[in-house]
């Protein structure tokens, strides 16, 4: 494995492994087996299959040192059909495989139910030049995994943490008393290569956003009908994004020209889970 992956990935599993509490019973964890076990990883629904990184480091965090990530990598971001009934093949120690198998599912089933999801939404859209992006509705802790998936789903993050991009939201709006207030707060934080995106929610908005010089607009809750009229003012140079309640259902009426990119908050809270299961034998 990539010494880099692992490191990165050292710190959350450690927050993973603890819930399990090793320590709570050393002697069963001392008495459990160390025999090699045939495992197979039985891919038992249509999709993506996305997370592999971390379903490998949660076996190397424990101690094993055998499972290649040459193999496993050609695996991911591959797309499965529930009637091909497909498996991967390794080995792990008995003792290994079955402290690790829980969470190393967990995190593979969450990464691949979010890519899963996420590229239905990219294929989509990816014809009409408009990206589909995520948002910061992650499950905490789970950010770095989320987010992850989205890419491999074909997705873009929108920003991985606040000070990614000052992104201006109505309740800033309301504390500084006005757009124009909420804009000149941001820029007195000197970010010199931080950009600014202010959320707008109606035409009026839009219009004052635009004359503070603003590059990123997202439009909130804008109907189809008001992206259109919207993306008529766009200048060059500058982003329009849309969001808020816009799904797989409704997807297709905001595929606009013009628009430069739909966040979807569901991509990471409300993915449809997959099944993924892990066998092994003696």
Known sequence: MNPLISNALKKDLELYFSEDDLSRN??????LPHDLVDCKLK????????GLPYFVEAFRYLGDTSLD??????????????????????????AIALTGERIALNL?????????????????????????????????????LEKYAVRVGGGYNHRLGQTDLWMIKDNHKSFFGGVKEAVEFF??????????????????????????????????NFSPEEVKRAVKLKPVGVSFEVSGGI?????????????????????????????????YNR
């Open 26 to 31: 050393l002697y069963y964890t001392a008495s």
């Open 247 to 279: 799904r797989l259902s409704n997807l297709d009426d905001y595929l606009i020209k013009g628009l430069d990119a739909i966040s979807v908050g569901a991509l990471t809270n409300g993915a449809p889970n997959v099944d993924i299961s892990l066998k």
């Open 108 to 144: 593979l089933q969450h990464a691949s139910s979010i890519a899963t999801y996420t590229s239905k939404f990219a294929a989509r859209a990816k014809d009409k030049g408009i990206a589909i992006l995520d948002t910061r509705k992650t499950t905490p802790g789970h950010r770095s």
């Open 43 to 50: 891919l038992k629904d249509d999709l993506l299959l996305a």
């Open 187 to 220: 820029r007195s934080m000197k970010g010199f290569y931080t950009p600014i995106e202010v959320e707008v929610h109606n035409m009026s908005e839009l219009e004052e956003v635009l004359s503070l010089g603003i590059r990123h607009i997202m439009l909130d």
């Open 69 to 94: 990530w040459d193999y496993f990598k050609k695996f991911e971001g591959k797309t499965y059909k529930k009637d091909e009934k497909a498996e991967i093949h390794f080995q792990l120690p008995f």
